[in-house]
């Protein structure tokens, strides 16, 4: 995780930490979490397969696959076939219920290809992109921001940064201007691909809609400067645990509604005592 850059001479190494939109939201939301998810070997017990991951991995998988035929072949049809191809049962209640999602599933890809333009072919799909950089600018890098974003596509020599939902709701374009990850994807994309990113998107399959917001680069370095932040705190427990620090105190069980659909809710007492579980399908969309 954490990295050594730098020359034997003349400077001392930089330590460079390495942090992805997951890593950063995940100790954010709960550092008992990220400590489970990312540094406890072996994997502490967590919890089956929650159905709404299983439906957004699926969707995710049937429209990569599209996106990666010739644009003549990216028809409705095809969509709908390659979500069959793609689909998976894991954390649905029964096979009934299972298959009223798949037809519905179906039904939201072919109508996304119907209604959006899909003939341009994009110039990544879930593209790892990775970039060394300072919020402040002219300063020599103070962190590695990488992940794999869901779509880039180029529009006017411009590069736009897709993120496919679909869950309950659709996000707005407040919330896409507020996304650290779109922010973080934008710069990483812009910097891997050398060419400009400003505009991010959500795309909700559910609902059909796309929540845009074209950034500035004050607006990315805010967002660059926050994630800095958090992992500055991220890298300072890290170290402190390999310094055979107190893993519960240096990482914190953060209770809260979403203790109920928590992945490692078995191996978290806190979470247990904090919130019913929930059952596997309950987050579906409606
Ligand atoms: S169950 Fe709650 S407190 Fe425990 S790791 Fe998960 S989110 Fe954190």
Redesign the pocket.
């Known amino acids: 995780m954490v990295e050594q850059l730098g020359f034997e001479f003349a400077v001392a190494p930089k330590r460079l930490t390495k942090v992805s939109p997951a890593r950063l939201a995940t100790f954010a ?5 990220y400590r ?1 998810s990312y540094l406890d070997r072996p994997t502490p017990t967590r919890t089956g397969p929650w159905a709404h991951s299983t439906l957004g991995a699926v969707v995710h998988n049937a429209l990569r696959a599209l996106f990666e035929l010739p644009p003549e072949r990216r028809t409705p049809v095809r969509a709908a076939a390659l979500l069959s191809e793609q689909w998976q049962d894991g954390g649905f209640a029964d096979a009934a219920q299972a298959a009223a999602y798949r037809e519905r599933a179906k039904a939201w890809v072919m109508e996304y290809v119907e209604h959006n333009d899909v003939s341009d072919t994009p110039v990544g799909l879930e593209r790892w992109v990775s970039a060394p950089v300072n919020p402040e600018p002219g300063k020599p890098a103070s962190m590695i921001i990488e992940g794999r974003a869901d779509r880039i596509d180029e529009r006017d020599g411009e590069l736009v940064v897709v993120d496919y939902k679909t869950g309950r709701r659709a996000p707005d374009e407040y919330e896409a201007r507020a996304s650290q990850a779109l922010a973080m994807y934008a710069v990483a994309s812009a910097r891997t691909l050398r060419r400009p990113c400003n505009r991010v998107e959500l795309h909700h399959l559910p609902t059909g809609t796309i929540a845009a917001a074209e950034h500035t680069d004050a607006s990315l370095r805010r967002h660059l400067a926050r994630a800095e932040e958090t992992a500055e705190d991220l890298r300072a427990a890290t170290d402190s645990l390999a310094d055979g620090g107190d893993a519960r105190e240096l990482f914190p ?4 509604p ?2 109920a659909w ?4 078995p ?2 007492p ?3 005592q ?2 019913p579980a929930a059952k596997s399908w309950e987050l579906l969309a409606p």
């Not at 069980?253 to 809260?256: C, F, I, S, T």
């Not at 928590?262 to 809710?265: E, H, I, N």
């Open positions: 939301d709960c550092p008992r979490r489970m069980a953060q209770v809260g979403r203790c928590c992945d490692f809710r191996s978290c806190e979470g247990q904090a919130a």
